[in-house]
């Protein structure tokens, strides 16, 4: 039985993901986790083939363990693994209460990273494994700190990765948007205005094209927009001390010197 493997799929990236393989890909099922049921089985009555939902929250073990044994019962083939499940907190350090920092580490790295190696024993030569990055992947990002470390976490583990799974013949390859329209905002923006500017917003159905199209270029980064590459070249070419500087003028932070 050849699947896909959807994680965040109730809205958003997730879900448009789930809806863009539907299409493009012939599976006989399609695996969706998330939090919220109502919305996954929304999605699974529109979707063009069979829908499996898991209403987990991966921050918790439990629900790691219950998609291993999901795996062990049914012994898929796993065609695609796409880990879209993420949250962040846009705050000064400090005011972030230390429960939703781990968590966030725990959804953004933890999960994630057992999710991989949970499904690759599943996969065979062909098969692909997606996680969102972003591009705070390239940078420190004051007042979202701890977001943009773990996803610095999932940019260099999934290119190594993506090496050590070569000679499986089995691609992995991180997703580094800009700035997208999704839920994202409802769970990270504060009252604290830690973070006003926005410089461009995307559509998420387009930075899911774009992936889809370097999935199968052999890439092991998407980066949509021109723009968002140049930021991405700087990041890499300018001291990072002045990178956030720059950063800290933009979100009229002046007083903050990094």
Not at 62 to 78: G, M, V
Request: hydrophobic share 45%; glycine share 6%; proline share 5%.
């Amino acid at each position: 039985m050849s699947i896909a493997v959807i994680t965040g799929a109730s809205s958003g990236m997730g879900r448009d993901f789930a809806e863009e393989i539907a299409r493009i890909e012939d599976l006989d099922e399609i695996w969706l986790i998330a939090r919220r049921e109502d919305k996954l089985k929304e999605l699974a009555g529109s979707l063009p083939c069979p829908a499996r939902i898991f209403a987990l929250d991966l921050i918790e073990q439990q629900s790691i363990d219950s998609y291993a044994k999901a795996l062990t019962e049914t012994a898929p083939e796993i065609a695609y693994l796409v880990n879209a499940s993420g949250f962040g907190r846009f705050a000064y350090a400090p005011e972030v209460p230390l429960k939703d920092d781990l968590d966030m580490i725990d959804l953004n790295v933890k999960a994630l990273t057992a999710l991989c190696f949970l499904s690759i024993p599943y996969m065979k030569p062909g098969s692909y494994i997606i996680n969102m990055g972003s591009l705070s992947s390239f940078q420190p990002v004051p007042y979202i700190n701890i977001y943009g470390a773990t996803k610095a976490y999932v940019l260099s583990f999934t290119r190594a990765l993506n090496v050590e799974l070569r000679p499986l013949g089995i691609r992995a390859m991180a997703v580094c948007p800009g700035w997208v329209k999704t839920e994202f905002f409802d769970h990270a923006v504060t009252d604290n205005g830690a973070v006003t500017y926005y410089n461009k917003l995307w559509e998420s159905k387009d930075v899911i094209v774009k992936a889809m199209k370097d999935l199968k270029k052999g890439k092991d980064v998407s980066v949509l927009g021109a723009g968002v590459r140049f930021q991405v070249l700087l990041c890499k070419l300018l001291p990072h001390r002045l990178v956030m500087k720059v950063w800290m003028k933009q979100q009229k932070h002046s007083d903050r010197t990094a």
